[in-house]
């Protein structure tokens, strides 16, 4: 959090802008990160899905979603560590994570945010679930990291007002 904290922090008193001039190359490199997560996932490798946060990374999920059904937050590596290894051991063991990027805005030269959408089927104990995920990236020692990930599932549509 507290790296989160910083860049809003930092970001407000420049006067930042949401708007960066990135290279592609980040953008790609952000992508190759979230296949990279997908497959560690999709692997049960907990020690490979660590190195995929900041220390301080929040994980934060809505009801019925896709990494806690009863929806809950997670502040801090090991706590998001420990989610998961309970979650990838028991009702969704064995299950396929897939993330696409649908957007990704550079905040600045080492700060992204991305949306898109995440789908996890193949659970034992609940059906397939798509939902929708934002997250915010950092980029440390020439590394993209998530210091804040949020997934949530929109409610269904409903017909529009008359």
Do not use: C
Not at 8 to 34: C, R, Y
Not at 44 to 56: P, Q
Request: proline share 4%.
């Amino acid at each position: 959090m507290k790296t989160l904290s910083a860049i809003l922090i930092s970001m407000a008193v420049s006067g930042a802008t949401l708007a960066w001039a990135a290279g592609p190359k980040d953008e790609e490199d952000i992508k190759f990160q979230i296949a990279a997560f997908d497959e560690a996932w999709n692997k049960g490798d907990l020690g490979a899905l660590g190195a995929f946060f900041t220390d301080d990374a929040t994980l934060i999920t809505d009801d019925a979603t896709l990494t806690d059904p009863m929806g809950m937050d997670f502040t801090g590596k090991a706590a998001i560590m420990e989610h998961f290894k309970f979650m990838l051991t028991g009702p969704m063991k064995g299950s396929k994570h897939k993330m696409a990027a649908r957007r990704i805005q550079f905040v600045g030269p080492d700060v992204a945010v991305g949306d898109g959408s995440i789908e996890v089927g193949g659970m034992q104990a609940m059906p397939a679930v798509r939902a929708k995920g934002i997250a915010v990236f950092v980029k440390i020692k020439g590394k993209w990291l998530y210091a804040s990930l949020r997934a949530f599932v929109h409610m269904p549509a409903v017909s529009p007002r008359k």
